[in-house]
């Protein structure tokens, strides 16, 4: 049981505790063993799920980003940052529709979280959505030292 634990099959691991419990091999250690299995594999299935839930939220959120409703894009892509608060996708997109629906200073932000969550090539996108953002903010001189900065991070895709 413990080489599965440390191998994550949960499952397997809880059925070997409970074959320990029935042969009644050290039953209080077995117990507790069984016990932590069963946990993980609950958390795991938990994980599962909540994947499963925010992706179907990103599909809805694309939906009405491309019919134009970007205020619902935007709550639910919202929805999905509170189920996983370091999902680089969910905030570059949302900063989209705050570039769309004029709160530039929300957009500033999501764009610097995207930036430091998100992949490389949703990095592109974020500075050049910063740059618009401080330009509406007509915070030019910041914009300026901005956009060097990005290019010398991501020279080969900035331009």
Known sequence: GNALMKLMQ????????????????????????????????????????VQAKCDRLLEQADGCFAEGEFGNAAALYTQVLRKQPELGIAYGKRASCHMKLGTFLDALEDAGCCIRYGKREEKVEMYKIRARALMFLKEYEVCIYACPIAAKIIPRLFY
């Open 10 to 49: 949960y499952a397997e691991a809880r059925d070997a505790y409970n074959t320990a419990l029935r042969h009644k091999f050290d039953s209080s250690e077995a117990e507790k063993k069984y016990q932590q299995a069963n946990a993980a594999l609950k958390r795991k299935a938990q994980q599962v799920d």
